[in-house]
């Protein structure tokens, strides 16, 4: 693999460009034709006035272009003495890498490819070219992966580069699992960087089982001389995450563990972790969380806005914290307006609130949350007013369809532009549908169930964006209004809602290739108008109404075993609201940071929970 970065593509670095890199910039940039032509000068040896000597060739250059760009070149030319100006001789670096820098010195233009990728950035730090460190820098992130991601480090740190280390270690962390089971090079690391790596607490894990089995694969590689960092290793694993059965079995007992007097004080804190908190579950106690069992730092979060509880829209916001799985409320300042049964779409770290109800208004009026600022805005209005409206986001831009304007259910869609804060109508779909819901699969939007004044719906439907029209898909098992739809594992997942007679716990999935709905494991609880999303690989289904209150379940879908699991619930009872997942957000912290050490007393407990039947006056799908 090659990149070819050439001047008339690229104009010059912006960025960074030293004193003597002054072509780098922008302002001072001449023309990719004149600078071609001094290249041609070069290659016919036309007023050229310097050699550089190699092992087995030369070339013929002139000083002033190379000391235009390199630290190096400039400091040779113009202190050395003019007898040697003439003749260098720089066999430190090899004749292939010194021909493209030269060339690069001319027409910042430059082949990078993987196999030398390294020797280049060498070079170019050698002789003192930053523009050209920095286009292999960016190369070397472009095409880092599972198998490289740990010989980049390393070279990041032999080399001095900060922005290379610290890129290559994000990496690693961010894709633990795949690094410790599939990159080859984690068994080379020294005994400071894996202990480093593992003990971090933004490593990337649901539990910490991948954790304990890179430790044992590490010290297998060479166990003669590695069984004797044991326990500095157990320290680096949380303990009290693992399944108690997996400690006791596959920790506790391990043959390294056994032979080392060194991990007995460990194995006994967690022992006695384990019994305090069946102690602490059993009685209600509450419990300071050890070391050994504070959470890793998650990486993607669920936010989920507003709603509706207590017979009253809701201003509040939730995230779900899925390491430590629990919910927590975020700071009163950065609440929403009170507002219910809106639509909701991620782009980056915005989220945006579209339309809705507080009891009183159908709004057509739009808000954005930007997640790093924690700060609202008012963005375009929507052409109609729109509360039970279904919302996605596609390719950057975000898609309003039908609803219920306070008169009459439409039919009606339109599309949102951030870049331009506007919105257009698209074309309407087949049928009237409020109380919907919407999700994107393979560049498509699927809509399903819904009301439509009359009756709930079965039917669904597709929209091509490039053809700007609806395709009718065949319809669902069930009638369901008040659903929620999720794409994943290459299908649209249909979880809940209500067929006018019931709230429901069914599920079912539409499999795009075969045009056929089949049934999946039912939830625990029947709820409709609630929050649904996928993180961590799981279908994360939240609060909603059950017929006669606002509930605060929350419980996870795992696709290969076909089971719904009990998570934490709500920290209070709420429907009418959606969920959406704010990735990498870079101030996580500033989320979930608060009583991390207090973890085992924030989660609620099923039992100390009572719901209302404020919601059933106010939703539509009664």
Request: hydrophobic content about 35%.
């Amino acid at each position: 693999m090659a990149t070819h970065l050439h001047l008339s593509e690229i104009e010059c670095d912006q960025n960074h460009h030293s004193k003597n890199d002054s072509s780098e910039n922008p302002k001072r940039c001449i023309s990719y034709e004149a600078m071609k032509n001094l290249h041609e000068m070069r290659l016919s040896n036309t007023l050229c006035d310097a050699t550089i000597s190699q092992k087995d060739c030369s070339f013929r250059v002139h000083r002033a272009i190379l000391s235009s760009c390199s630290d190096y070149f400039r400091t040779l030319f113009t202190t050395t003495v003019p007898s040697e100006k003439d003749y260098i001789s720089l066999h430190e670096i090899r004749s292939p890498i010194m021909e493209r820098i030269i060339k690069y010195s001319y027409l910042r233009e430059c082949e990078i490819n993987e196999q030398d990728m390294f020797e280049m950035y060498a070079a170019a730090d050698f002789l003192g070219m930053p523009g050209l460190q920095k286009r292999c820098v960016e190369f070397i992130k472009s095409v880092i992966r599972i198998q490289n991601c740990i010989t980049v480090m390393l070279y990041g740190r032999q080399r001095m580069c900060p922005e290379l280390y610290d890129f290559a270690r994000r990496f690693i962390l961010a894709n633990f699992v795949a690094v410790a089971s599939k990159c080859d090079d984690v068994v080379h690391l020294a005994v400071d960087d894996i202990c480093d790596i593992l003990s971090d607490d933004f490593l990337n894990t649901k539990d910490d089982e991948p954790v304990w089995e890179c430790c044992i694969r590490w010290i297998e590689y060479d166990p003669a001389n590695r069984v004797k960092h044991v326990a500095r290793l157990m320290e680096t694993v949380r303990l009290g995450l693992l399944r108690t059965e997996y400690f006791l079995e596959r920790v506790k007992e391990h043959p390294y563990v056994l032979e080392c007097n060194e991990t007995k004080p460990i194995v006994i804190e967690t022992l006695t972790f384990i019994y305090d908190l069946d102690m602490a579950n059993t009685k209600k106690n509450k419990m300071k969380t050890p070391s050994l069992a504070i959470p890793r730092v998650p990486y993607d979060l669920i936010f989920t806005f507003g709603g509706w509880s207590d017979g009253l829209p809701q201003s509040i916001i939730e995230i779900y914290d899925t390491r430590a799985d629990r919910w927590v409320e975020v700071e009163a300042n950065c609440r929403t307006e009170h507002r219910a049964y809106y639509g909701c779409a991620v782009i980056g770290s915005n989220v945006y609130c579209i339309g809705g109800y507080d009891g009183v208004e159908h709004f057509n009026t739009c808000r954005k949350f930007d997640a790093i600022s924690m700060m609202w805005t008012e963005i375009a209005p929507m052409h109609s007013r729109r509360c039970y409206v279904s919302v996605v986001e596609m390719d950057g831009l975000i898609y309003a369809m039908g609803g219920f304007d306070g008169n009459s259910r439409q039919n009606t869609a339109e599309v949102y532009d951030p870049q331009s804060n506007q919105w257009t109508m698209i074309a309407p779909m087949h049928y009237l549908r409020s109380d919907a819901d919407a999700c994107v699969l393979d560049g498509k939007i699927y809509i399903v169930g819904g009301f439509n004044g009359q009756e709930c719906l079965n039917t669904a439907e597709m929209y091509d964006t490039e053809k700007n029209e609806w395709q009718r898909l065949p319809n669902m098992i069930t009638r369901r209004s008040g659903v929620s739809c999720i794409a994943h594992k290459g299908t649209v997942n249909v979880v809940g809602g209500f067929n006018g007679l019931i709230r429901m716990n069914s599920c079912e999935r539409f499999d795009p290739i075969t045009q056929r709905w089949q049934a999946f494991k039912d939830m625990y609880y029947p709820r409709s108008n609630f929050g649904l999303e996928v993180i961590d690989d799981m279908i994360f289904a939240i609060g909603g109404y059950d017929g006669e209150k606002a509930i605060w379940h929350t419980e996870s879908y795992i696709h290969e075993t076909d089971e719904w699991l009990e998570a934490s619930d709500l920290g209070r009872p709420r429907s009418a609201f959606k969920a959406v997942v704010i990735k990498q957000l870079a101030n996580i912290r500033s989320y979930i940071s608060r009583g991390r050490d207090n973890i085992r007393n924030d989660r609620r407990l099923p039992q100390e929970q009572t719901g209302d039947d404020s919601t059933k006056a106010l939703s539509e799908d009664n």
